[in-house]
């Protein structure tokens, strides 16, 4: 049976414009099918997980994270623990998460307000953050942590790619170390130049990093670029659009699933960390090991 009470939490001003009218929308077309959704605007980053846990004690039946991919994490966070159903509808740049379980497009999303299919969906601390798409150290992070809001906002990726070439172009390939407990439970140590983690399999839109990488299960696959080449670093990304993941066969590149890691930096300097396309406070990060698992419906 499809849930019949429920809360919407959104980001006013997420992806490219005032989403409000659109969400109310939505909140209208689910009441014509008998879901009603008390609307949760969020004013600030970090706010969601309280509206939320205010909210827990009035039993809903699901919780829709309408946003990018910032709230559905903030959201998601709350829930862990909870039999309360998850639910999201992408409203930011990349909605990696949507991407994931088939929930891009507006007439999935939302059906899956409706669904009684789920899936389990793992939620990861990192950095004092919650995780559901992976962490980033070094390169993607100082890219994310670089771009100017504005060009992000009126471009979309395109306006994140100009501020990844600039990066690229100065990146000083800085020694990284890798500690952690690895799918076996053994501790292992490495060292990098640019660190990636997946929970799930797509990054940065429909890219896919790791198709290993199984966002319901209790591992991360942990992706380290060890080459000190520019030119290396362009193959990876070049490759990771064609969703084959040749970016893994790049030299210098290796794959290893774990259960928790933490890098820190050794260049004598902290390097900048991203949490789900975040910027997020700078080395020494941990991340690991899972904190729980929601249910979020799909189609």
Do not use: C
């Not at 999303?109 to 150290?137: Q, Y």
């Not at 390939?173 to 292992?188: H, K, L, N, Q």
């Not at 797509?202 to 080449?229: E, M, Q």
């Not at 290396?232 to 070049?238: E, I, P, S, T």
């Amino acid at each position: 049976m499809s849930p019949r009470r429920g809360l919407l939490v959104y980001n006013p001003v997420a992806g490219r414009g005032n989403r409000r009218a659109a969400v109310e929308a939505l909140a209208g077309r689910a009441a014509s099918r008998g879901l009603a959704l008390e609307l949760l605007p969020t004013t600030r980053a970090g706010e969601a997980p309280d509206l939320v846990a205010a909210r827990l004690g009035d039993r809903p039946d699901v919780v829709v994270a309408a946003g990018g991919d910032g709230t559905v994490g903030e959201v998601a966070g709350a829930l862990v623990g909870t039999a309360v159903f998850l639910a999201v509808v992408p409203l930011g740049t990349t909605n990696v998460v949507a991407r994931e379980f088939g929930l891009a497009g507006a007439e999935a999303a939302e059906a899956a307000l409706h669904s009684e299919r789920s899936a389990p969906l793992t939620v990861w601390p990192a950095g004092g953050r919650t995780s559901l798409i992976g962490t980033g150290v070094g390169f993607d992070a100082r890219v994310m942590g670089n771009t100017v809001p504005v060009l992000k906002r009126l471009f979309g990726r395109a306006g994140i790619g100009w501020t990844a070439t600039l990066e690229w172009l100065k990146y000083e390939f800085p020694p990284i170390e890798v500690t952690g407990t690895d799918a076996a439970g053994r501790s292992f140590r490495r060292e990098a130049t640019f660190v990636l983690s997946a929970n799930t399999r797509r990054y940065g839109g429909d890219s896919i990093l790791s198709p290993d990488a199984d966002p319901g299960d209790d591992l991360l696959d942990l992706v380290l670029f060890t080459s000190h080449s520019t030119l290396d670093l362009l193959r990876f990304y070049r490759l990771l659009p064609r969703g084959r993941a040749e970016q893994l066969r790049v030299r210098g590149v290796d794959r290893l699933p774990v259960r928790s890691f933490s890098a820190r930096s050794l260049a004598g300097y902290e390097l900048e960390v991203q949490v789900d396309g975040d910027a997020a406070p700078r080395t020494p990060v941990t991340v690991g090991p899972a904190l729980g698992h929601v249910r979020l419906l799909v189609p």
